[in-house]
């Protein structure tokens, strides 16, 4: 089905730098969330095809989201210890009309993987990272921290080195 130039999701993914994967599966790409790090660690889990809801999905396609979804967890969870996770799929991209209407809609399945922390500060790249709301829902007007591009690396890498593995 290919890139759409109407579709926000396709834009990103042709624009993730590699430096920022996670994983790069059959039907998903786990990458970190450079530009929103208010979380340290936070990761966005996206399908590669076009697929504007959940029962859209392939049993291939769930059976590999939640191999990648557990790994991510359990990678974050040896790189920065956080208490627990906020996991969500907003599904705000089906409120949008798609703009080529000859195409279905141009929605594509996305996770949020998001760490909660306590209030003690964490520490990557000489940054300071502290969750503002702990035990509290975050929204997306709240402010978000993008950390310098050396520091989102580094986050990555670390998530990375962790991947499957679960060790420290």
């Not at 922390?117 to 975050?138: H, I, T």
Request: glycine content about 4%; some cysteine.
């Amino acid at each position: 089905e290919g890139v759409r130039s109407s579709c926000e999701i396709c834009a990103v993914l042709g624009v993730i730098k590699r430096d920022y994967v996670i994983h790069d599966g059959q039907y998903w790409i786990a990458n970190l969330r450079d530009n929103d790090q208010t979380l340290l660690g936070t990761t966005f889990i996206t399908l590669k095809r076009h697929a504007p809801e959940l029962d859209d999905l392939t049993m291939e396609e769930e059976l590999e989201f939640i191999a990648i979804r557990n790994s991510v967890i359990k990678a974050i969870r040896v790189a920065f210890q956080p208490l627990t996770f906020n996991i969500s799929c907003l599904k705000n991209d089906a409120f949008k009309p798609a703009p080529d209407t000859t195409l279905p809609d141009a929605a594509h399945v996305h996770w949020h993987v998001k760490p909660r922390y306590d209030s003690k500060p964490r520490q990557c790249n000489d940054e300071s990272f502290v969750d503002p709301m702990p035990g509290r829902y975050l929204s997306a007007i709240d402010k978000r921290y993008c950390p310098r591009p050396e520091t989102a690396v580094e986050i990555a890498r670390l998530i990375r080195a962790h991947y499957r593995t679960g060790q420290a």
